[in-house]
């Protein structure tokens, strides 16, 4: 919880949280992180932070009472970009300029032909 709350949240999840926020004109709101649910967080025992491998066990068993199961049982969405789409779409042109094989067999790092097989 300290490495999180040290490293992890500021340099990694809040500020890509606050970057797509303000890229979409949105607001957005760390509950989570309000001084008393973290220090309630802090204060919890190990057992009902994590049990039987299950990380969260005590919030989890809280959002049983309210939420369905199916939103609480699923796997994580993360933030992902849609890079194979956009490479196969818009950012086609673009990508094959830089995969160009000349350009590759100038730069002298890589077999053009192997580079041109994988992006086929």
Known sequence: MLADTNAYLP????????????????????PFLDHRVASLAWQLPLNLKLRYGVGKWALRQLLDRHVPRSLIDRPKAG???PIAPWLRG????????????????????LQPQCVWRLWQ
């Open 79 to 81: 933030f992902a970009l």
């Open 11 to 30: 340099n990694d999840i809040l500020v890509r949280v606050d970057r797509a926020a303000m890229a979409s004109s949105l607001e957005t709101r760390a």
């Open 90 to 109: 818009p950012l086609r042109p673009w990508a094959e300029d830089l995969l160009d094989p000349a350009l590759i067999r100038r730069q002298g790092w």
